[in-house]
């Protein structure tokens, strides 16, 4: 069994809708469907969640509703008029924005939450219908119907472990069933969803329930590059990579694949084929538990930006016991997480996500952090950007740093941080976020542009 998924610029138009029937038919092993909201038609176009969020915000702090929700409505109307849907299914669209838009208008989080997850949730009724229409057997499963039983935080839904248990009798029903991504119930019931791009984490916790022997992710890329296309012309394909290579670049910039979205096919070891809706014969990227490694071992070099480090001095910082631990302490009691912690014997430094330091924050931290740690030198060094070289192995292979190091040098970027973990799949260099596209274009060509002789 398969499990496929479709994102949003797979399902943006009536046309988008019949290649998706196209390849979920080319294959009876293809059963379950995730789908996401209705994206970009072109590039200036608005994806639907982003419509929902603005009529949730119109809702809410009494902006023009009717406007809102009726470009909402206009996005269903095209594909439901392109496919010949029938007008019943816009009125019962409209319906059901209507009922949830009186059940929250005063909880504000539940009104985002159940507004967001209303673009998957109809497009995966209008998908069934379609199916149905062309005379397959189809239906549309809610994630409640489905067991996709979450935490209950707004916005930032966890699968719960028992959900796993009710997902596998999705095997037994009959059909395709068409899930809608991006959401799950919580317990007390209230529609929770994933953080965005949380489609992905749908497909793959369907996946992982059902034991499928591949999850099809279908976007709009023929593969996943090493490197981001828009900063180098024709880069390499992977064709193959590892959950752990995956895991790291999409965390550092590469929005193919939702980062979250790993854990669940992990455990199993269920692999994961990336492919393009638009040209579904291209193999694609496979992301698989583990590959031979051939030639170089960097697969990719990925770059994020909006961090910043705290940066803090104390003479004897090596020898004085806890103090790693009391300084993250003072990050958790303000709920902040933090992303690497690159130290030397008297200094230590803890790398963010700057929004984190916002609405005063920031003093207090630094505040608790001299007055408690007693610290000689604390201070915050922002618009730093994150910048990744990626690979299974890489840190065995002599020589890998010094090409690194080297081209960084070449290209005139100052490097602030070097950060290696003992996974030793990834090294990291913390430039300043105006370097960053140098930075990754130097490293790309250093290990990927072939030298001449
Ligand atoms: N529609 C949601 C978003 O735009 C989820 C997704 O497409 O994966 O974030």
Redesign the pocket.
Known sequence: MKVVKF??SSLANGTQFKKVANIVFADKERRIVVV??P?KRSDEDI????LLISLAEAVYSGGNEREALHQVLMRFADIIEELELGEALLTEIEEHLLSLISTYREDEERLYDAL?AS??NQNAKLVAAFFTKLGEEAHYVSPQEAGIIVTDQPGNARILPEAYNEIAKLRDRTGILVIP??FGYSKVGNIVT?P?????ITGSIVAAGVDADIYENFTDVNSIYSVNPNLVKDPNKMKEITYREMRELAYSGFSVF?DEALQPVVTKKIPVRIKNTNKPESPGTKIVADRVPEGMPVVGIASDKGFCSINITKYLMNREVGFGRRLLEILEEEGISFEHTPSGIDNMSVILRSHHLHNGIEERVLNKIRTELLVEDVHVERDLAMVMVVGEGMARTVGVASRATTALSEAGVNIKMINQGSSEVSMMFGVDAGHADLAVQSLYHAYFTPVKH
């Open positions: 994102g949003g996401s909201a994206g994806k639907t969640t982003d967001k673009g998957e991504g991006f994933f965005r791009g949380g489609s992905d939702h």
